[in-house]
């Protein structure tokens, strides 16, 4: 089973409008982060913000905010006031706090294009 | 400026040559990472280095080799046992605080020709 899912491989958005990004994540560990990364068509990986699993509220970041709904296992990215340099790639990860091997290691889920409309 | 860099940006080999890609920061961060990214995919562990002269295999690591001789360098190995090289490879570092938010560098794209 994927530990990340990301259903929406594209979407659309007009600018200055809010978007949506969906994640699904499937852990049994009781601690544990999740990430999201923008990957513009540059390559580069740009972290934008971080929820942890014990954090009591969602976390906000400038335009990004983290729905964070823990009993759901969804940690969905929203993005408000859209601007046309926010199309990029958006990538939702999430790590794990196993002890030993692998404890630092972040699983990526698919991705999501987004492509904003002037 | 603190950052993570990585070199060359594109890179060309020929089948059955081995080729290093460099990744250097200065962020003082302990650990570091290799990630594979291959198109319309996520990317996948392949090295990472919690500390100085240690590091751990991660999902791909065949065909693959490391060194981590320095805090602030960790160079990736592509050897000629490697399948399908071409692919865009990234290297990120953390702090190994409570978030250990990882950073990424700019990639390296790597064509076997």
């Known amino acids: 089973a994927q530990k990340i899912t990301q259903t929406q491989p594209g979407m659309f958005v007009q600018e200055k409008e809010a978007v949506t990004l969906d994640c699904t994540y499937d852990?049994?560990?009781?601690?544990?982060?999740l990430f999201w990364y923008k990957q513009p068509s540059s390559g580069e990986m740009i972290f934008l913000i971080y929820?942890?699993?014990?954090?009591?509220q969602n976390a906000t970041e400038g335009r990004y905010s983290l729905n964070f709904q823990k009993a759901r296992k969804s940690a969905n990215l929203v993005i408000s006031a859209s601007q046309l340099g926010d199309s990029a790639m958006y990538f939702c990860?999430?790590?794990?706090?196993?002890?030993?091997?692998?404890?630092?290691?972040?699983?990526f889920g698919k991705g999501t294009k987004l492509s904003v409309i002037p | 400026d603190g950052g993570i860099t990585q070199s060359p940006k594109y890179l060309f080999r020929k089948e059955g040559q081995n080729v290093t890609l460099s990744c250097e920061q200065n962020l003082n961060h302990d650990a570091m990472y290799w990630y594979r990214q291959d198109p319309g995919q996520g990317l996948r562990l392949i090295y990472y280095s919690q500390i100085v002269n240690d590091f751990q295999k991660g999902d791909i690591a065949e065909g693959y080799s490391v060194s981590r001789e320095k805090k602030e360098s960790f160079p990736l190995t592509v050897t000629s046992a490697q399948k399908n090289p071409t692919a865009f490879y990234l290297c990120a570092s953390s702090m190994g605080d409570d978030t250990d938010t990882q950073y990424f560098g700019p990639g390296t794209r790597l064509t076997v020709l």
């Open positions: 990860a999430m790590r794990e706090h196993f002890s030993g091997a692998g404890s630092y290691q972040l699983t």
């Open positions: 929820q942890g699993s014990y954090d009591q």
């Open positions: 852990t049994s560990d009781p601690s544990y982060g």
